[in-house]
């Protein structure tokens, strides 16, 4: 079993700043995927950011050049250091881990809020 353990999320003002973090444990396959999404209310979830164990990352258009995503294999954590905070970036985040091996293994977190005040 994987346990997916999120923090850093809060309350910040517009322009503001936040760093998410995420705790993998349990079996994990060493080639995965690891990211983060987000889900406003009234919306579906969608992709935030992405990175892949050796380091490719993926983001939404909405937040490049505004977030960054990094991971630490040894310890199994990922982070996404959020800037430029915008209100329309409040959602709940979640961190999924993800990887094949002949069928999909894929695990989330229990989700962070994320609140940005104008």
């Known amino acids: 079993q994987v346990e997916l353990v999120e923090s850093g999320g809060g309350l910040v003002q517009a322009g503001g700043s936040l760093r998410l973090s995420c705790a993998a444990s349990?079996?994990?396959?060493?080639?995965?995927?690891m990211g983060w999404y987000r889900q406003a209310p009234g919306k579906q979830r969608e992709l935030v950011a992405v990175?892949?164990?050796?380091?490719?990352?993926n983001y939404a258009d909405s937040v490049k050049g505004r977030f960054t995503i990094s991971r630490d294999n040894a310890e199994n954590t990922v982070y996404l250091q959020m800037n430029s905070l915008k209100p329309e970036d409040t959602a709940v985040y979640y961190c999924?881990?993800?990887?094949?091996?002949?069928?999909?293994?894929?695990?989330w977190g229990q989700g962070t809020q994320v609140t940005v005040s104008s």
């Open positions: 999924n881990v993800n990887w094949k091996i002949y069928s999909w293994y894929d695990y």
């Open positions: 349990g079996t994990i396959f060493r080639f995965n995927t």
């Open positions: 990175i892949t164990n050796g380091g490719s990352t």
